[in-house]
């Protein structure tokens, strides 16, 4: 069973930064695929960013160009760094990785963003 573990979230004000960490563990084969996701009061959850095992990246447009997604595969980590943050940013931020066939989440940490 993988764990995941997140941390980094909290409250900033308009135009401030925060990072992400998630970090993976007991996984007994190599993680494909780490990612991030969002849900807003109300609204689904979706897509912020992805990075694959070999590097490649994917953004959803409304980070593209403030954010930045890195992981470090010998730790079983990763990281979104987000810049910019505007109070439509305000979510729970969810941990997601691929292990094989199998997706697994973290419990999330809260992004609140004041104006």
């Known amino acids: 069973q993988v764990q995941l573990e997140e941390s980094g979230g909290g409250l900033v004000q308009a135009g401030g930064s925060l990072r992400l960490t998630c970090a993976a563990s007991?996984?007994?084969?190599?993680?494909?695929?780490m990612g991030w996701y969002r849900q807003a009061p109300g609204k689904q959850r979706e897509l912020v960013a992805t990075?694959?095992?070999?590097?490649?990246?994917t953004y959803a447009n409304f980070v593209k160009g403030r954010s930045t997604i890195s992981r470090d595969s010998a730790k079983n980590t990763v990281y979104l760094q987000m810049n910019s943050l505007q109070p439509e940013d305000t979510a729970v931020y969810y941990c997601?990785?691929?292990?094989?066939?199998?997706?697994?989440w973290g419990q999330g940490t809260q992004v609140t963003v004041s104006s």
């Open positions: 997601n990785v691929q292990v094989l066939y199998f997706n697994y």
């Open positions: 007991g996984s007994r084969f190599s993680i494909d695929r």
């Open positions: 990075i694959t095992n070999g590097g490649s990246t």
